[in-house]
Structures are given as C-alpha cells and as structure tokens.
C-alpha cells in the first residue's frame, strides 16, 4: 500500500512538468525565432512583472501574446477537455475503445460547421452551429436509446451513436459536394481536419467554462464513474441511479467536447489513447485517472500543436497529426496487451 501510494506521488509531479515543458516549448517554438530571454522577458513584461526594454519588443509582443499564448492555452484546455471526456466515456460504458466520438458528438459538430460555411456565416455563428450540433447529436442518440428498451442500454446507446454518426458523416459529405470548390469546399475541408490556427485571445474565455462546467460534475460525483464500471445491477444494489448519472456524465462529456470541436475542428485519438496511457500510470480508479488524462491530454495536445506548425514550412492539418501519433501508439497498445 505503502509503495502503491509514493508510486503515485512520483507519477503526478513529471505529469507537471511535462504540462509546463509543453507550454514553454509552444511559446518559444515557430516559424518566427527568438531567444529564450526575450521571450521571458516578454511574458514578464506583459503580466507586468517587469518594464525592462527588449529588441523588436512589438513584434516579440505580437507574437507570444497574439499568437502563441492563445494558442498554447487552448491547446491545453482542448486536450484536457477531449483526454477527460474520453475516460469518462470508457469507464462509462465499460468499454476502453470508446471515445468522445462514440455517440456522433464530432460528426455532429461537424455537419454543425459545414453547415454555417456552406450557408457563408461569420466564424462565431460556424462555433455556435457546430457546438449546437454536437448537443443535438447526442440529444438524438439518447432518444433513440429510450425508445428501445428490449435490449441493453449501453449496447443502444453505442449503436444509435455509430448509426447516427454516420447518418452525420453522409450530411458532411453532401455539403461537400455541393459547396463551391474554390471558396467553400477548402474551409470546409480544412476545418474538418482540425487545427488551432484560428485561435485568439478572445476564444480562451468561451473554451474554459465548456471545460470548467463539465468537470463539476465529474469531481463531484467521480466515485460514481468506478460504481457504473460493474454491472447495471451491481450498480443499482449499491444506491446508483444508473440512468440518470449516465444521462449526467454524457451531458458533462458531451459539452467539452462540443466546445472543443467548436473552436478547433475535429480532433481524434486523444480521447482514445490518452486515457489508456493515464491507466497505465495510475490505476484505473477513476478519482486518479481523470485528473491525468487532463494533464497529459493537455501536453500531448500542446506538442502536437508546435510540431503542426514547426515540422515543415507549412502548418500541417492537427487533427491528420494526432491521428499519426495516436493510431500507432494504440497498436502498440494493443500488441502490449495481447501479450500480458
């Protein structure tokens, strides 16, 4: 017990350090080089710690507080979002292949937004669309659920969320066929693959209460998440509404990830693979592995993001990115796990 409790204590201060390397890496890192003393000097300066004068001070300004900053911290928050909302979903559901996409939230969202580009609306009403989307997916997948009562309702509910995804999916590629190929088409596309270049400063205050307001319920009522890992009935014996505390942490789940897709486009495999890298690390229980999948949900996002826009001269398409890192680490988790 004893040595169970200091391995765990070793394990969450590199999870720190690895959040603030990533961060410190995605301020320094870009197309634009600086020295690390100005940039400190820079950061200092602008939360006011600091009036000592720099060279190029305003194009040093513009970049780390316009450019990097922003996208730096919402990289941070979407990874922890996705990585958080995917263990929920897989300690949820009892199943480890599940993630944030399981009930059509991304396809929703994103027939959301290729709606609001199809139709020429301004970028905040494209947010707005795709976060509705998202809510209405999973609104539909639930109702769908209800209405069949014959069988499991976590077998349901997962198949209506594939069914309706891919009825999602089908939407988006209409769109896609019909937008205009030289103005519409490209937006589409791009923002269906994912990214964070068009994060500003003024985004960060709309990501973090999506954030902030779908991990309450999940600190609250954490301990409820390992009670819905046994059997329904298990559950139920021990005082759990099931129904209604999946309704609550599908809802939770559902809003950070929306938000998420809203502002960044759809970015798979970290609410997959993360959380299967949290549990190698600290156990399955679910009091430990969200605040984990947090952290290294939001690192992995935040490195990911600077090689997209310094591995090659042009920014590279984030969500493709993830899905290179992501899907060869989960084979090789497979592997492992076939072996043990």
Not at 52 to 79: E, F, Q, S
Not at 145 to 159: G, K
């Amino acid at each position: 017990m004893m040595l169970h409790s200091l391995r765990l204590r070793i394990v969450w201060t590199p999870l720190l350090v690895l959040l603030l390397a990533a961060a410190a890496t995605g301020v320094m890192a870009g197309q634009y080089p600086m020295a690390l003393s100005d940039v400190m000097w820079t950061l200092l300066r602008g939360l006011g710690l600091s009036d000592k004068a720099v060279d190029n001070a305003a194009t040093l300004d513009a970049v780390i507080w316009n450019l990097r900053v922003p996208r730096t911290v919402a990289g941070a928050l979407v990874g922890a979002s996705l990585a958080a909302a995917g263990a929920t979903y897989q300690g949820m559901f009892r199943n480890p292949l599940v993630s944030p996409d399981i009930l059509g939230v991304s396809a929703g969202a994103g027939l959301g937004a290729a709606a609001a580009i199809f139709m020429g609306l301004s970028m905040i009403l494209v947010q707005a669309l795709a976060f509705a989307g998202g809510l209405a997916a999973v609104a539909c997948v639930y109702f769908i659920s209800l209405s069949v009562r014959r069988h499991d309702a976590t077998l349901v509910l997962v198949l209506a969320g594939v069914a309706v995804g891919t009825l999602l999916g089908a939407g988006i590629s209409l769109l896609k066929i019909l937008a205009d190929p030289y103005t519409q088409l490209p937006s589409i596309t791009f923002w269906l693959l994912g990214g964070l270049n068009t994060i500003t400063g003024s985004d960060i205050p709309l990501i973090l209460p999506c954030l902030a307001i779908g991990l309450v319920p999940m600190v609250l009522m954490r301990w409820r998440v390992n009670l819905l890992s046994l059997s329904d009935d298990e559950s139920q014996s021990l005082g759990v509404n099931t129904l209604r505390t999946r309704i609550v942490f599908i809802a939770a789940a559902t809003l950070m990830t929306s938000g998420s897709v809203a502002f960044t486009g759809i970015i798979g495999w970290v609410g997959l693979v993360i959380p299967h890298v949290a549990r190698i690390l600290v156990g399955p229980d679910f009091s430990r592995l969200l605040p984990a999948s947090a952290l290294l949900g939001a690192a992995f996002l935040v490195f990911t993001d600077t090689l997209a826009r310094t591995l090659v001269s042009i920014e590279l398409p984030l969500g493709v990115l993830t899905a290179l890192v992501g899907a060869p680490f989960f084979l090789m988790l497979l592997a492992r796990g076939s072996r043990e």
